[in-house]
């Protein structure tokens, strides 16, 4: 299994420590707009404080790298949480919705299995009922099973291999 980096990795390999905390990130964060993100504040925990690796808000960035774009210290803030969410999930703190998402990509190759509702609205935008994925190549589904059980997916995660 791969292993996460530590908490000093990542505050140095992302420049965390350079943050002046101007809140340019938090003033151009769709999720802070409709989550309890405060990027801003995420930062200085993660420079400062290792309990930032059981912050809910570390789970509420969807990596649009709109702050990280506009940083003007130039630090890799998305770079920094994805890999905080790393030490997190190796040390089993995820949240329970995001198990259940691995579970069901363990299961059908997909974070969002198709359903009837989804071929329909495929069907009528003249696409396939399927997507070109292991949902029209069922047999290829045992490949990507073997993938995530290779990188210890599963354990990581706490679902199914
Ligand atoms: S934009 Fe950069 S320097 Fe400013 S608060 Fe955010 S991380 Fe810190
Ligand atoms: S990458 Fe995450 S933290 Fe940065 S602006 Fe987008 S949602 Fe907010």
Not at 36 to 49: C, Q
Not at 78 to 104: C, F, P, T, W
Not at 107 to 119: F, L, N
Request: charged share 25%; aromatic share 2%.
């Amino acid at each position: 299994m791969a292993g996460a980096p530590s908490i000093e990795e990542v505050i140095e390999d992302f420049n965390v420590l350079k943050c002046m905390q101007c809140g340019v990130c938090s003033g151009s964060c769709p999720s802070g707009r409709q989550a309890s993100l405060n990027v801003r504040r995420l930062v200085r925990k993660i420079g400062r404080d290792h309990a930032a690796i059981s912050d809910e808000s570390l789970w509420m960035c969807t990596t649009c790298y709109n702050c990280q774009e506009r940083c003007p210290r130039g630090i890799a803030i998305v770079d920094a949480i994805l890999a905080v969410r790393s030490i997190a999930a190796h040390e089993g703190l995820i949240l329970e919705r995001h198990r259940q998402v691995a579970n069901l990509l363990q299961e059908h190759g997909h974070a969002v299995p198709i359903d009837d509702a989804h071929k329909e609205k495929r069907m009528q935008l003249g696409l396939n009922s399927l997507p070109s994925t292991v949902h029209s190549h069922p047999d290829d589904l045992k490949d990507v099973k073997l993938l995530l059980a290779s990188c210890g997916f599963g354990d990581i995660t706490g679902g199914k291999e």
